[in-house]
Nanobody, 121 residues
Framework: QVQLVESGGGLVQAGGSLRLLCAAA????????MAWFRQAPGKEREFVAA????????QYAGSVKGRFAIARDNRKYTTYLQMNSVKPEDTAVYYC??????????????WGQGTQVTVSS
């Protein structure tokens, strides 16, 4: 019951910052937990960060803790991923996802098309 569209990807130098956005369609956006995943060439899709429907709970992959921050604005139907101190290994297609469960790291039912992030060294 939600459609997701990512934006904000692009080319950035190592050590720089990038802000990804996920726009959601529908009045029920606030009922969904939201997450960011990423997939690099030759690798499986991996969990990056998640935020509960209320914004009160967040989780991060160990590889991005202290560098990335997830946030949401339910009034704007938007989820953000602030990427700071980016590294070449952050290069991937980033996907946003939504679920209505209680597990913030898995069981996501709805996915966006992805946005490419490329970090140059």
């Amino acid at each position: 019951q939600v459609q997701l569209v990512e934006s904000g990807g692009g080319l950035v130098q190592a050590g720089g910052s990038l802000r990804l956005l996920c726009a959601a369609a529908g009045r029920t956006f606030s009922n969904y937990n939201m997450a960011w995943f990423r997939q690099a060439p030759g690798k499986e899709r991996e969990f990056v960060a998640a935020i509960s429907w209320s914004g009160g709970l967040t989780q991060y992959a160990g590889s991005v803790k202290g560098r990335f921050a997830i946030a949401r604005d339910n009034r704007k139907y938007t989820t953000y991923l602030q990427m700071n101190s980016v590294k070449p290994e952050d290069t991937a297609v980033y996907y946003c996802a939504a679920n209505t469960g209680v597990n913030l790291r898995a069981d996501y039912d709805y996915w966006g098309q992805g946005t490419q992030v490329t970090v140059s060294s």
